[in-house]
């Protein structure tokens, strides 16, 4: 099992910044992706930026040059930050940490972005 905990997020206005974190817990041994998801208002979930353990990161097209995903597995650590510059309206959504291990995807609750014009 793993435990994702998030931090970060709130509220900005456009063109600011804003840096989320998680960290994982539980059996982080063999995680191979860490990432972040976003959920907009009546919008399905999607995937914002991905890296794997010695791979480049994956960003999605509209977030590409604005964000940055950044990985720590040093030593038993497994954690993932999202710095997000230049934010847009339409980045508001609730950020999701996410983590794959043996198959299994893991969760973490969620942190509201929301990003005023």
């Known amino acids: 099992q793993v435990q994702l905990v998030e931090s970060g997020g709130g509220l900005v206005q456009a063109g600011g910044s804003l840096r989320l974190s998680c960290a994982a817990s539980?059996?982080?041994?063999?995680?191979?992706?860490m990432g972040w998801y976003r959920q907009a208002p009546g919008k399905q979930r999607e995937p914002v930026a991905i890296?794997?353990?010695?791979?480049?990161?994956?960003?999605a097209d509209s977030v590409k040059g604005r964000f940055t995903i950044s990985r720590d597995n040093t030593n038993t650590k497994n954690a993932v930050s999202l710095q997000m510059n230049s934010l847009k309206p339409e980045d508001t959504a609730v950020y999701f940490c996410?983590?794959?291990?043996?198959?299994?995807?893991?969760w973490g609750q969620g942190t509201q972005v929301t990003v005023s014009s």
């Open positions: 890296t794997t353990s010695g791979g480049s990161p994956n960003y």
């Open positions: 996410a983590a794959i291990q043996s198959g299994m995807i893991y």
């Open positions: 539980g059996s982080v041994f063999s995680i191979g992706v």
